[in-house]
């Protein structure tokens, strides 16, 4: 089945504590990216991704960093999480880029609660 | 930078009304635009993605329009059911590169058996 998954789907962590929130995708898509919900402010981006090696800021990249070392992976890292950072995250991936009319598949999203 | 709006940010209806979500955008210039649903608690889910050069696109009961010179896309229900009931999300690429994506806050829907 195609799909994006992401893992862990919750976590409940510590302020300062690293973690790593893994993406992957099956469809060999080229374009990956990150985004975070919150209530209010929508879904915003993090950082994207056009293929292996390739990544760029999005709107909201402070506290996060990411690689793309193979193209089905795409993992966000939070060095150093901050109750700030408590949110909803979704990694999404589309064929070749989104300025090509390709259409995103999300996956089901991971809740962060950092205390 | 792109800017997404979404009026209302809730709406209830009857079942069995016909409904209409408005989206509106600050670049004109966008190469599609995609609408989603998404569940409470969920992830989302694509329901229709209208390129730039087309001028509507249509899924069951669901009709997407985009007028780009307008900066506006409407998000037409027919015939609403209560498991129509949920958050309605557009989205719109960048123009300069394509490749950032912006999301508007949503229109949580309700339809009442």
């Known amino acids: 089945e195609a799909q994006v998954t992401q893992n862990p789907r919750y976590l409940i962590t510590v302020t300062g504590k690293k973690l790593t929130v893994t993406c992957s995708q099956n469809?060999?898509?080229?374009?990956m990216s990150w985004y975070r919900q919150d209530p209010g402010l929508g879904l915003r981006q993090i950082y994207y991704?056009?293929?292996?090696?390739?990544?760029d800021k999005g709107d909201v990249p402070e506290g996060y960093k990411v690689s793309r070392k193979e193209k089905r992976n795409f993992p966000l890292i939070l060095e150093s999480p901050s109750p700030n950072q408590t949110s909803l995250y979704f990694c999404?991936?589309?064929?070749?880029?989104?300025?090509?009319?390709?259409?995103?598949?999300f996956g089901p999203g991971t809740r962060l609660t950092v205390t | 930078k792109q800017e997404v709006t979404q009026i209302p940010a809730a709406l209830s209806v009857p079942e069995g009304e016909n409904l209409v979500l408005n989206c509106s955008f600050t670049?004109?210039?966008?190469?599609?635009l995609q609408w989603f649903r998404q569940d409470p608690g969920k992830g989302l889910t694509s329901l229709l993605l209208?390129?730039?050069?087309?001028r509507e696109q249509t899924s069951g009961r669901l009709n997407a329009s985009l007028d780009k010179s307008s900066g506006r896309s409407t998000l037409y229900i027919a015939a609403s059911q209560p498991g129509d009931s949920a958050t309605y999300l557009c989205?719109?690429?960048?123009?300069?590169?394509?490749?950032?994506?912006?999301f508007g806050t949503g229109t949580s829907l309700t339809v009442i058996p």
């Open positions: 999404a991936s589309s064929p070749i880029g989104l300025a090509g009319g390709d259409e995103q598949y």
């Open positions: 469809m060999n898509h080229e374009y």
């Open positions: 991704s056009m293929n292996v090696e390739v990544t």
């Open positions: 670049d004109s210039a966008i190469y599609n």
């Open positions: 209208i390129q730039s050069s087309q």
């Open positions: 989205a719109a690429p960048s123009s300069n590169t394509g490749n950032q994506f912006y």
